[in-house]
């Protein structure tokens, strides 16, 4: 991992860094309390489709991570995402499309030519591949306790099922927004959640116009883990409730060893 640069503000680290996986150069945030005391909990966010590491959200639940639980948290660009977008308008069309699902109110499953299908299931698995080398790269930098959460959601999920499913350094995982059907991996993706074992807290929303309710509820259902829990709140695809925070610090604060 190259750290290129890193700046403060109001107690929390934040560094740029590069990671080299393979052929790739993956570009990634790192967010750690100011004044470290030892080693941290490891808290990973995987944003969401047209998306990147530093949107909004992902900086607002990092930061939260660091002040509440003392964790140090990482965010990489997703493939074909952030500052790894190699067609601009390319990248324009796709957001421009998902935005027009979204306004449009949804309803009908999103065709995939042939492929596009086999580029969603080689940028998924190559999403997978990078999150594992993140992983073997804070482990064997020694700034972890042992303990790695993950949240991510629609995209995040899509791409952190599987990498949850088969990272055994993964002790808790926040998933949503997403279901079964309409992907071409959904064989696979649900042999992965039933594969699960560790506590998950699964958001979803009633109104989602790019999952309907019932794939949704088949993708919880097909959850393995002994622990598991599923909040529905009312509205569409990216209204989530900024309360449900409230609830990813408490389920990391149980799960994870944290320094608070």
């Known amino acids: 991992m190259d750290i290129l640069n890193e700046t403060s503000e109001k107690g929390v680290a934040e560094a740029r860094f590069d990671l080299k996986v393979d052929d790739e150069v993956v570009p990634g945030i790192r967010w750690r309390p100011e004044r470290g005391t030892g080693p941290t909990a490891t808290i990973l966010i995987g944003h969401g489709g047209t998306q990147h590491k530093r949107v909004p959200n992902v900086v607002g639940l990092a930061r939260r991570f660091v002040r509440h639980l003392g964790a140090t948290v990482y965010a990489l660009d997703a493939p074909g995402h952030g ?69 991510g959601v629609s995209m995040g999920t899509l791409i952190g099922l599987p990498f949850v499913a088969s990272e055994p350094r993964v002790t808790a995982a926040v998933l949503g927004l997403a279901g079964l059907g309409g992907r071409p991996d959904t064989v696979e993706m649900e042999a992965q959640a039933r594969s699960l074992t560790i506590p998950i807290l699964f958001v979803f929303q009633w109104d989602d116009e790019l999952m309907s309710r019932e794939s949704g509820a088949a993708l919880f259902d097909a959850i393995g883990s002994a622990e598991k829990t599923m909040h529905i709140n009312p ?14 610090d408490r389920f990391f604060a149980r799960h994870l060893t944290v320094n608070q």
């Open 235 to 248: 509205g569409g695809h990216v209204n989530t409730p900024l309360f449900e925070r409230d609830d990813y």
């Open 83 to 151: 500052d790894r977008i190699t067609d601009p308008a390319a990248a324009e069309a796709a957001r421009a499309r998902l935005q027009g699902r979204i306004a449009s109110g949804g309803g009908a499953s999103w065709q995939m030519s042939a492929d596009e299908a086999a580029a969603w299931v080689e940028r998924t698995q190559r999403g997978v591949c990078e999150w594992h080398a993140l992983v073997d790269e804070v482990e064997q930098g020694g700034g972890g306790n042992g303990t790695i959460g993950y949240w």
